[in-house]
C-alpha cells in the first residue's frame, strides 16, 4: 500500500469527483433527476450530511479509477519497466531523485487517468443536453451544451499529447541516471 501524499489523494479525488459528475449528468440524460436534486440542494442539513460521504465516495470512485486505466485496462511490458526503473532509482539512495521520479511517476498516472474521465464528461454533457433539453425553447442552451462537450472531448487530445510527452521526460531520466551511474563506476 501506498504511503499517505496529500498529492497522490487530491489528484484521485479530482478523478473521482469529475466521474462522479459524469455519471450524474448521464443518469440525469436517462432519468430527469435534476429537480429532485435541486429540492434537496436547498436544505443546508442534507448538504452537511451529504458532504463527506460524498468526498470518500469521490475519492474511492478516484482511486478505482486509477487503478483500472493504469494497470487493468493498459497492461503492457510497461507495468515491469516501470518496477524495474523504480527499483534502479530506489537503489541510488538519493531522496531527491527517488522523489522526483515519483512525482513523475504520479503525474504520468493522473494524465493516463484523465483522458478516458475527460472523454467520459464530454460524452456525458452531450447525451444531458440532447436528452434534456428537448424543447425549443432550450435550444442555444443545447447547441452551447453540445459545443462544450465536443470542446472537452477534444481537450482529450491535448492530454494525451501531455502524457506522451511525460512518458518521454521519464524515459530520458531514467537513461540519463543509468549512464551516469555507469560512467561512475568506470
Known sequence: MEKFN??????KLAIGTV?????????????NIYPFVEE????STWG?????????????IGGIATYLFNTKLFK???????IDNFLFVT????????KRYENMRHQYEFFKTCIPTILFLGFSVIWTSVRVLKSDFYRGEKMISIGLGILTIMSSLIVVKMTSKLE???TYFIKKMKEETLANKV
Do not use: H, R
Open 91 to 98: 537503489k541510488q539512495k538519493n531522496e531527491f531523485i527517488t
Open 168 to 170: 518521454k521526460e521519464i
Open 6 to 11: 496529500l498529492d497522490i489523494f487530491t489528484l
Open 40 to 43: 434537496l440542494a436547498k436544505s
Open 48 to 60: 452537511v450530511i451529504v458532504a463527506i460521504p460524498t468526498l470518500i465516495f469521490s475519492y474511492t
Open 19 to 31: 466521474w462522479l459528475v459524469s455519471i450524474f449528468m448521464f443518469a440525469c440524460g436517462i432519468y
Open 76 to 82: 503492457s511490458k510497461q507495468n515491469f519497466i516501470e
